[in-house]
């Protein structure tokens, strides 16, 4: 009987769309990015491009054309003597396609 390997996105399809998009990134720079249409977002580390993807799509029903991900290392710090570390977290940038827009609730997510 052979066994056959089960691809990574059967894996994350199976935990939820939900679970893969933690939340928009809001800053100066993912603003700037939004007039080339660019969108941020926190991602699950676990997640690849095809799982971003089709979160992005079926959540927010609109058409990605292009996918960048950054794997982000937390930063070392330290009170006293006891050092610690930040957790490590992926970013991903989601660019849609022309006339398409993210919107939560009826309200753009991101104003220009």
Known sequence: MATEKIPSSVHNFRRGMRDVLIRPVIT???M???SDNKYTFLVDIKANKFDIRNAVESIFDVTVTKITTVRV???MKRRGRIYGKRPDYKKAYVTLKAGDKIEIAG???FEQ
Do not use: I, R, T
């Open 107 to 109: 309200v753009p997510l």
């Open 73 to 75: 290392m937390g930063k």
């Open 32 to 34: 700037s990015l939004n």
């Open 28 to 30: 100066e720079k993912s």
